[in-house]
C-alpha cells in the first residue's frame, strides 16, 4: 500500500457525462500529480498540484479540470466524456516541497474509467 | 518541454540472462531518473532512481547508469527471474521551481522466459 488513495476503484459511464475522480496523498505530502493511462500505453502527464496551487499542466483537455483543496486531496473532472477517454487514471504525491530535490513519487492504485 | 524516449518497447529474455533497457531525454536541466515498475492492472512502483551527479547506482539485480553529456540513462537487471516480467518505464523530472513532475518513456513489456 503507497498511501495514496484514490476513489472509485472502477466507473462506468456513458458518452457526454461527467465524472470526478478523487485523490487523497500520503500524510504529509504537498505536490499531487494526475496521469492517463491509456490501454497498453504510457503513463501521460495531466497536472500537478502543490500545497492547493497548480504547478505544472501536461496535455490536459479543456474538458477536463481538477483542483487540490485546503486539506490536500484532490479531485479530476472530467466532462464530455468520449469513448477515447476511456483509461486509467493515476495519481501520485510526493513530499519534496518547491526547489528542492525530486524524491520519489508514490502512486495510488487507479482509477479505471470506461466510457460506453 | 521534456521528452523521454524508451527503448525497446518490448524484451524477451531467458530466466537467468541480463535485460538491458535504455532511455534519452532531451532537457539538460533534468537531474532526477527514476525507474518505474508496472506489474499487470497495478499501480508503477519506484525500483530504482539516479540523480544527476552520479552516475551509477546499483540496488542488488538492478542497476542504473546516467551519461549526463549525451543525455541517456539505462536500466540493468541480472540474473532475471520469472517474477521480473512487468512493463518499466524511465522518467525524467527537473525540479526546482518548475516543479517535479515526471515525464515518463513510452514503456518496456519485458517477458522473462522459464
Known amino acids: 500500500d503507497s498511501g495514496v488513495t484514490q476513489t472509485p476503484k472502477h466507473l462506468i459511464t456513458a458518452t457526454g457525462q461527467r465524472v470526478t475522480l478523487r485523490c487523497s496523498p500520503r500524510?504529509?505530502?504537498?505536490?499531487v500529480y494526475w496521469y492517463q493511462q491509456s490501454l497498453d500505453q504510457g503513463l501521460q502527464f495531466l497536472i500537478q498540484y502543490y500545497n492547493g496551487e497548480e504547478r505544472a499542466k501536461g496535455n490536459i483537455l479543456e474538458r477536463f479540470s481538477a483542483q487540490q483543496f485546503p486539506d490536500l486531496h484532490s479531485e479530476l473532472n472530467l466532462s464530455s466524456l468520449e469513448l477515447g477517454d476511456s483509461a486509467l487514471y493515476f495519481c501520485a504525491s510526493s513530499v519534496v516541497p518547491m526547489g528542492h530535490s525530486n524524491t520519489e513519487a508514490f502512486f495510488g492504485q487507479g482509477t479505471r474509467l470506461t466510457v460506453v | 518541454g521534456e521528452n523521454v524516449e524508451q527503448h525497446p518497447s518490448t524484451l524477451s529474455v531467458q530466466e537467468g540472462d541480463s535485460a538491458v533497457i535504455k532511455c534519452t531525454y532531451s532537457?539538460?536541466?533534468?537531474?532526477?531518473f527514476p525507474w518505474y515498475k508496472q506489474e499487470l492492472g497495478k499501480r508503477p512502483q519506484l525500483i530504482i532512481d539516479?540523480?544527476?551527479?552520479?552516475g551509477e547506482k546499483k540496488d542488488q539485480r538492478i542497476a542504473v547508469t546516467l551519461n549526463k553529456t549525451a543525455k541517456h540513462f539505462s536500466l540493468h537487471i541480472t540474473e532475471t527471474q520469472p517474477e521480473d516480467s512487468a512493463v518499466y518505464f524511465c522518467a525524467a523530472s527537473t525540479g526546482g521551481a518548475a516543479g517535479n513532475k515526471l515525464t515518463f518513456g513510452g514503456g518496456t513489456r519485458v517477458l522473462v522466459k522459464p
Open positions: 539516479i540523480r544527476s551527479n552520479v
Open positions: 532537457d539538460s536541466a533534468s537531474n532526477y
Open positions: 500524510s504529509g505530502d504537498l505536490s
